[in-house]
C-alpha cells in the first residue's frame, strides 16, 4: 500500500511539474518579439517564388504561363499581408479598450 502512495505522488508530481512547463509562456513570445519586417517578407517571398519556379522545371509551353502566375502569387501575398494588418491593428484596438476599463 505504502509503494502504491509513492507511486501516486511521484506521478503527480510528474504530471503538475509538466502542466506548468506546458502552460508556461514561450521567452520572447508576444507583442514583442521579432516581428519580420515588409523587407523581410517580400525577400521570402521572392525567394520561394524563385525555388517554386525552380523546382517545377517548366518546359517552354509553361514558361510563358509563369508571369501571370506570378503576378497571382504576389496579389494573393498582398491581399494576406492586408489581412493581417487589419487583424493586428484590431488585436491592439482590444488590447487597449481593455487597458482602460
Known sequence: ????????????????????????????????SQQMTIEDMSALLDARIAGMKTGLKLNAAQEKLWPALEAAIRENARARMAHR?????????????????
Not at 1 to 30: D, N, Q, Y
Open 1 to 32: 500500500m505504502k509503494h502504491i502512495w509513492m507511486a501516486s505522488a511521484v506521478s503527480a508530481g510528474i504530471l503538475i511539474s509538466m502542466g506548468t512547463a506546458i502552460a508556461a509562456p514561450e521567452p520572447f513570445a508576444g507583442k514583442h
Open 85 to 101: 494588418g487589419k487583424l493586428d491593428e484590431k488585436s491592439v484596438g482590444g488590447q487597449r479598450d481593455a487597458m482602460a476599463t
